[in-house]
């Protein structure tokens, strides 16, 4: 009995005590925003002028060759080789039939940098497009290494990948 003696007054309290604390808060909520006004584009107005400090960085240098040797050969990898082989003879696994054998050199004479670079891009015969997937300079670069699997050329040093520098 003394215990309940004890809660009750308490007990009794609580009530009155949230009624007393949330009457302010409820009152607060009749009250209009203070500030509240159409969103313009004048809100966030950008300087005319760009930062200095903000600045984008210049580009840096072009990667070395070998870099650009290893990110080729992923990409040719990832991509290619499941039809082209991993030597680009035309032996992937999923090779159809009849695929180009790109160490031939009759084939790398019959083809311009131009024809290579387009069926890269828009996909040509069972080929798919690429060009959703890979920038100009990709494939200027997978042009350049089909070119290399090629018999040594006779000495004209200009690449595809150079053109699009």
Do not use: K, Y
Not at 2 to 23: D, K, M
Not at 132 to 151: E, K, M, Q, T
């Amino acid at each position: 009995m003394r215990l309940l003696a004890r809660i009750l007054p308490v007990a009794g309290v609580l009530p009155l005590l949230g009624i007393a604390l949330g009457l302010p808060v409820l009152a607060g909520c009749d009250d209009a925003p203070r500030d509240l006004r159409q969103w313009e584009a004048s809100d966030h107005v950008q300087p005319s002028q760009p930062d200095p400090g903000r600045t984008a960085a210049e580009p840096s240098a072009p990667p070395d060759p070998e870099t650009v040797r290893r990110a080729v050969t992923a990409l040719w990898l990832e991509r290619c080789a499941s039809c082209h082989g991993a030597e680009g003879r035309g032996d992937g696994a999923q090779a159809p039939a009849q695929i180009a054998d790109f160490t031939s050199a009759e084939w790398q004479a019959s083809r311009a940098d131009a024809d290579l670079a387009r069926a890269i891009r828009m996909g040509q015969g069972l080929m798919p497009a690429f060009g959703s997937l890979i920038n100009d300079r990709g494939i200027a670069v997978l042009v350049d290494h089909v070119r290399g699997f090629g018999p040594a050329d006779s000495g004209d040093d200009a690449s595809a990948a150079d053109a699009v520098e």
